[in-house]
């Protein structure tokens, strides 16, 4: 590499590394690679193969740094801390420091779920998002500035993971974004496209002066751009570890920024970021019979919807005819897709209906397993017929008499990223990261954007009859997600088969089902389960990827009752599975043609 490219290392960096000398594993040094320049759009992916580790990101700078790490010792942790870090700074419309995280994490022993989530501030209050009119604000009106911004969790979560299962040194993790935050990175066609298709960065000048060449055109394709603010703010949280994001200088910008917006203040404070603290959850683990075979489905449990609503959807397919529904020229047929869209529609009333900050709300029934019960899951099934729901009620799972809470209203879910690791040691990690809207609430603090995902909250508290809606605002409490970070385990052996997510707002859920169910039912590699066409319902209209399905399957779920709408369906998923086949490389790993994602591994 020549002398232009050689990493720099300041001062805060070398103590760092002086202070983890400890560590018996030799010193990481960061090479950046050949920046590519792929097409944005669908791009076809090759699908990868490895023997002792993988790791799957949706960018390849970010893919890259997790594979050095790898390569250098480092666990799957170390190398997830590396990746988010790059992400903030090539992939700053879908998450960052400045976001929050869902990590869920296997040793060969246990399932740990760190909850990184944003939390609400101390001073909100449940009508944060009404309006003077006393109706909830339009979306856009309250992403975009302070009120939207919920206390970061994201680097304080990664922390605590690390504890636990970190190999390298802290600070050395952060080498590869730091180089490319102060050498500059190529802006990949992604990020371009999704600059110049946004109204709302050029309404905050320190964003608008990054992303846009004195003209006020985005920088193209190409263009190196520098990012020296994020990388001083980065060699600080490597030194100082999360207390340098939640307390002192960085932390009274990001407090300064929410709460003097010119037009839609926030209401965070120094306290609400220095009081923020991650949880250690129990993951969400239920058995997930496949022909004949006996595996352990974990995920993530509420705040997140995600692994309940997946867990739902599948468990209500295997009391269907869907197993015997094999694909038809490489797609799903017109009969599964009906099966499908049904059990999703089951799920999403559900999730609706129950699902937000366990802390805040209770399970029903006591356990959110009563949701995955298999006798529950069978009446749910009962309910599918020849013609479509259209619109599926909630259920009432055991235990439960009767709810005091509202169903949630329909609302946008955006963003995110999806990064799944397996390392040298066989730790498998799958983690799910996010600031929510594309470009979070557009507002950029000390070279990185803050998020909205206040805006996860239910804008309505309560519904017209006075009932209170459980994913509500209130003081300290996490937005529910569908984010869906998913590992799969052999039950008898307890081995990890499959590390999988992806970005989408509520569609999450379904792109996380649909890798799952290729893979496991329809004996799928994971590249060609996560390139089948995109599809689901939300509990409403039939959901289909445009332009990728016949137009037979079409009209026959029209003529089962259903609304079918085609439409962009931009999933971002990763995924790495265990290699069935003897005598071959362990792992086989995926990515999403829909975006700049690749899998590395040796």
Same mark, same amino acid.
């Given at each position: 590499?020549? #002398?232009?490219?050689?990493?720099?290392?300041?001062?805060?960096?070398?103590?760092?590394?002086?202070?983890?000398?400890?560590?018996?594993?030799?010193?990481?040094?960061?090479?950046?690679?050949?920046?590519?320049?792929?097409?944005?759009?669908?791009?076809?992916?090759?699908?990868?193969?490895?023997?002792?580790?993988?790791?799957?990101?949706?960018?390849?700078?970010?893919?890259?740094?997790?594979?050095? =790490?790898?390569?250098?010792?480092?666990?799957?942790?170390?190398?997830?801390?590396?990746?988010?870090?790059?992400?903030?700074?090539?992939?700053?419309?879908?998450?960052? =420091?400045?976001?929050? %995280?869902?990590?869920?994490?296997?040793?060969?022993?246990?399932?740990? #779920?760190?909850?990184?989530?944003?939390?609400?501030?101390?001073?909100?209050?449940?009508?944060?998002?009404?309006?003077?009119?006393?109706?909830?604000?339009?979306?856009?009106?309250? $992403?975009?500035?302070?009120?939207?911004?919920?206390?970061?969790?994201?680097?304080?979560?990664?922390?605590?993971?690390?504890?636990?299962?970190?190999?390298?040194?802290?600070?050395?993790?952060?080498?590869?974004?730091?180089?490319?935050?102060?050498?500059?990175?190529?802006? &990949?066609?992604?990020?371009?496209?999704? $600059?110049?298709?946004?109204?709302?960065?050029?309404?905050?000048?320190?964003?608008?002066?990054?992303?846009?060449?004195?003209?006020?055109?985005?920088?193209?394709?190409?263009?190196?751009?520098?990012?020296?603010?994020?990388?001083?703010?980065?060699?600080?949280? %490597?030194?100082?570890?999360?207390?340098?994001?939640?307390?002192?200088?960085?932390?009274?910008?990001? $407090?300064?920024?929410?709460?003097?917006?010119?037009?839609?203040?926030?209401?965070?404070?120094?306290?609400?970021?220095?009081?923020?603290?991650?949880?250690?959850?129990?993951?969400?683990?239920?058995?997930?019979? $496949?022909?004949?075979?006996?595996?352990?489905?974990?995920?993530?449990?509420?705040?997140?919807?995600?692994?309940?609503? /997946?867990?739902?959807?599948?468990?209500?397919?295997?009391?269907?005819?869907?197993?015997?529904?094999?694909?038809?020229?490489?797609?799903?047929?017109?009969?599964?897709?009906?099966?499908?869209?049904?059990?999703?529609?089951?799920?999403?009333?559900?999730?609706?209906?129950?699902?937000?900050?366990?802390?805040?709300?209770?399970?029903?029934?006591? &356990?959110?397993?009563?949701?995955?019960?298999?006798?529950?899951?069978?009446?749910?099934?009962?309910?599918?017929?020849?013609?479509?729901?259209?619109?599926?009620?909630?259920?009432?799972?055991?235990? /439960?008499?009767?709810?005091?809470?509202?169903?949630?209203?329909?609302?946008?879910?955006?963003?995110?990223?999806?990064?799944?690791?397996?390392?040298?040691?066989?730790?498998?990690?799958?983690?799910?990261?996010?600031?929510?809207?594309?470009?979070?609430?557009?507002?950029?603090?000390?070279?990185?954007?803050?998020?909205?995902?206040?805006?996860?909250?239910?804008?309505?508290?309560?519904? #017209?009859?006075?009932?209170?809606?459980?994913?509500?605002?209130?003081?300290?409490?996490?937005?529910?997600? &569908?984010?869906?970070?998913?590992?799969?385990?052999?039950?008898?052996?307890?081995?990890?088969?499959?590390?999988?997510?992806?970005?989408?707002?509520?569609? =999450?859920?379904?792109?996380?089902?649909?890798?799952?169910?290729? /893979?496991?039912?329809?004996?799928?590699?994971?590249?060609?389960?996560?390139?089948?066409?995109?599809?689901? &319902?939300?509990?409403?209209?039939?959901?289909?990827?445009?332009?990728?399905?016949?137009?037979?399957?079409?009209?026959?779920?029209?003529?089962?009752?259903?609304?079918?709408?085609?439409?962009?369906?931009?999933?971002?998923?990763?995924?790495?599975?265990?290699?069935?086949?003897?005598?071959?490389?362990?792992?086989?790993?995926?990515?999403?043609?829909?975006?700049?994602? /690749?899998?590395?591994?040796?």
């Amino acid at each position: 590499m020549n #002398a232009l490219l050689a990493p720099r290392w300041g001062a805060l960096a070398l103590a760092a590394w002086l202070a983890g000398c400890a560590h018996p594993t030799a010193p990481f040094h960061y090479s950046v690679p050949e920046q590519p320049e792929a097409s944005s759009g669908y791009t076809a992916k090759p699908g990868w193969a490895t023997q002792r580790f993988a790791v799957a990101a949706a960018n390849p700078l970010a893919t890259d740094a997790g594979y050095q =790490i790898l390569k250098a010792g480092g666990s799957a942790v170390d190398a997830a801390i590396a990746v988010q870090m790059v992400l903030t700074l090539v992939e700053p419309q879908s998450s960052g =420091i400045g976001g929050g %995280a869902f990590l869920l994490h296997h040793d060969g022993k246990r399932t740990q #779920a760190f909850d990184g989530r944003e939390t609400a501030p101390a001073a909100a209050d449940e009508r944060l998002f009404i309006g003077p009119d006393g109706k909830p604000l339009p979306f856009p009106a309250a $992403v975009v500035g302070g009120r939207s911004v919920g206390v970061p969790g994201t680097v304080r979560m990664l922390e605590l993971a690390h504890r636990q299962h970190g190999k390298l040194p802290w600070a050395a993790l952060f080498q590869p974004a730091i180089t490319l935050a102060e050498q500059g990175f190529k802006v &990949s066609p992604r990020l371009h496209t999704l $600059v110049k298709g946004d109204k709302f960065l050029k309404l905050d000048p320190v964003a608008a002066a990054y992303f846009h060449d004195p003209s006020g055109q985005p920088w193209p394709v190409g263009h190196v751009l520098r990012n020296p603010t994020l990388a001083a703010v980065l060699r600080q949280i %490597a030194a100082q570890g999360s207390r340098a994001l939640h307390e002192g200088e960085v932390a009274r910008a990001i $407090v300064d920024k929410v709460q003097t917006h010119p037009t839609n203040p926030g209401r965070m404070t120094l306290q609400d970021l220095a009081n923020y603290q991650p949880r250690e959850r129990k993951a969400l683990c239920h058995d997930w019979k $496949v022909k004949e075979r006996e595996l352990r489905l974990c995920g993530f449990p509420p705040p997140s919807s995600g692994a309940i609503a /997946v867990g739902q959807i599948l468990g209500i397919l295997g009391h269907t005819p869907a197993a015997s529904l094999p694909l038809q020229g490489g797609l799903p047929s017109a009969d599964w897709l009906h099966l499908y869209t049904e059990a999703a529609r089951l799920a999403f009333a559900d999730r609706a209906q129950y699902v937000a900050d366990p802390d805040f709300v209770p399970a029903p029934g006591g &356990s959110w397993m009563g949701l995955l019960d298999p006798g529950y899951l069978a009446s749910r099934a009962r309910l599918i017929g020849q013609q479509s729901l259209k619109t599926a009620p909630a259920g009432q799972p055991s235990g /439960v008499q009767r709810t005091s809470y509202a169903p949630m209203p329909d609302q946008p879910e955006y963003g995110t990223s999806h990064i799944s690791i397996i390392d040298a040691q066989g730790n498998a990690l799958a983690m799910t990261t996010t600031i929510e809207d594309a470009f979070g609430a557009r507002q950029m603090v000390q070279g990185f954007l803050l998020n909205n995902e206040l805006t996860d909250f239910s804008f309505a508290p309560e519904d #017209a009859q006075g009932r209170k809606i459980a994913n509500r605002v209130e003081p300290g409490k996490r937005p529910r997600s &569908s984010m869906a970070p998913t590992l799969v385990l052999d039950k008898a052996s307890g081995q990890v088969l499959m590390s999988a997510g992806s970005p989408g707002g509520a569609l =999450i859920i379904h792109y996380t089902a649909k890798t799952l169910y290729g /893979v496991a039912q329809w004996g799928l590699t994971p590249q060609q389960a996560i390139d089948l066409p995109n599809f689901g &319902s939300l509990n409403g209209p039939t959901l289909l990827e445009e332009k990728r399905f016949p137009a037979a399957t079409v009209e026959q779920l029209r003529t089962r009752g259903a609304e079918v709408r085609e439409m962009n369906m931009t999933s971002g998923l990763q995924a790495i599975t265990r290699n069935p086949s003897p005598g071959k490389p362990q792992w086989l790993g995926g990515a999403d043609p829909r975006r700049e994602g /690749v899998v590395m591994g040796d």
